[in-house]
């Protein structure tokens, strides 16, 4: 993929919560008109509960974009970040392209963020 789109969320928070069809929406236009994907990373599943209720947004909210859970070798990684949603561009060689970007977005603010960081 050109473009990788990381967006970094958790259950208790009402904006990742918000935005969640908007990606599922970014997601399917990614996969159809752009070399690109989305990939989500849940913050806070550390029990069976919290991942019922992380699949109960994604189901409701149509966001069937891959998900991934944080295991601890992330945790370090995931600390320079401070807020969810945070989300990050990267390229197919796996850098980071331009600065991540905090807070819940629509689909057209993201897909405007996406082309102009294919560019």
């Not at 600390?79 to 807070?103: A, H």
Request: proline letters at 4%.
């Amino acid at each position: 993929r050109d473009l990788t789109v990381v967006n970094i969320w958790g259950t208790f928070c009402p904006p990742c919560i918000r935005e969640m069809p908007d990606l599922g929406k970014l997601h399917r236009t990614l996969e159809a008109d752009y070399n690109a994907t989305l990939v989500g990373i849940v913050v806070d599943v550390q029990d069976r509960a919290t991942l019922d209720l992380a699949n109960e947004i994604l189901g409701q909210s149509q966001a069937e974009h891959l998900n991934l859970l944080v295991g601890e070798d992330v945790y370090e990684f995931l600390s320079q970040y401070d807020y969810v949603p945070t989300t990050l561009f990267v390229d197919s060689n796996g850098r980071l392209v331009g600065d991540p970007v905090v807070g819940g977005f629509t689909h057209d603010e993201y897909l405007a963020e996406v082309k102009a960081r294919l560019q």
